[in-house]
């Protein structure tokens, strides 16, 4: 019974989220209902469980965060994602953001530099049964080029400008959204459309993330 009662709770904090990303524009039925139905007290630290369904990022190991809900609901719907989709995240985190994209697109590749951070999230990942994720240790400005090309890009952690890797690791016609923006100053998120030709770029909303670092972390 105790259980039942915590999953009605859970349900109750999960749909009001949801009517308040709502209020605030989203209207990605898709990202919305990923929103409700995935619990993401699941993927935050125990010591924040009580804050799971507010709309607020919250710290995580390693220096990290999980995105505030508004943010990962409004970065996941400019991206425009189809059923049949392969994408490409960067910054695994807790696997949150993975694990709303795999509700809506046919295949997520994450990239986590932190192993602590992949292994919590793989954990995660087989708990909740999601057999559409696959990850890696590695540098994600480097991308995944033996993966690519991607219909979708999410990066979630600033870079300085828009990382030239990624860019070429997208279709012609693909999307991918991006922090840029000094650390500790102004960043937006900009949504970027390679084309034949290059690319084009527009800007879409005041953030702040922690920074986009090259490399991996070898010893967390």
Known sequence: ???????????????????ALRAQGVRDLKVLQAIETLPR??????AYVAYAYDDRS??????????????????????????????????????????????ICRRVYTIERY????????????RLGFSNITTMLGDGLKGWPSQAPFDRIMVTAAAEEI???????????????????P?????????????????????LLAVRFVPLVPGKAEQL
């Open 115 to 126: 192993r602590t951070l992949l292994r919590e999230a793989e954990a995660r990942f087989e």
């Open 41 to 46: 007290s699941e993927f935050v630290d125990p």
């Open 1 to 19: 019974m105790a259980e039942e009662d915590g999953e009605h709770e859970r349900n109750i904090f999960a749909a009001r989220l949801t009517m």
């Open 163 to 181: 990382p030239p890797h990624l860019v070429e690791q997208l279709k012609v016609g693909g999307l991918m959204i991006v922090p840029v923006g």
């Open 183 to 203: 650390v500790g100053g102004i960043q937006h998120l900009i949504r970027v459309e390679r084309t034949e030709e290059g690319f084009t770029e527009e800007r």
């Open 58 to 103: 919250l710290p995580i190991e390693c220096g990290q965060t999980i995105s505030q809900p508004y943010v990962v609901a409004f970065m996941t719907a400019q991206l425009r994602i189809g059923d049949r989709d392969k994408v490409l995240e960067i910054g695994t985190g807790s696997g949150y953001q993975a694990a709303i994209l795999s509700r």
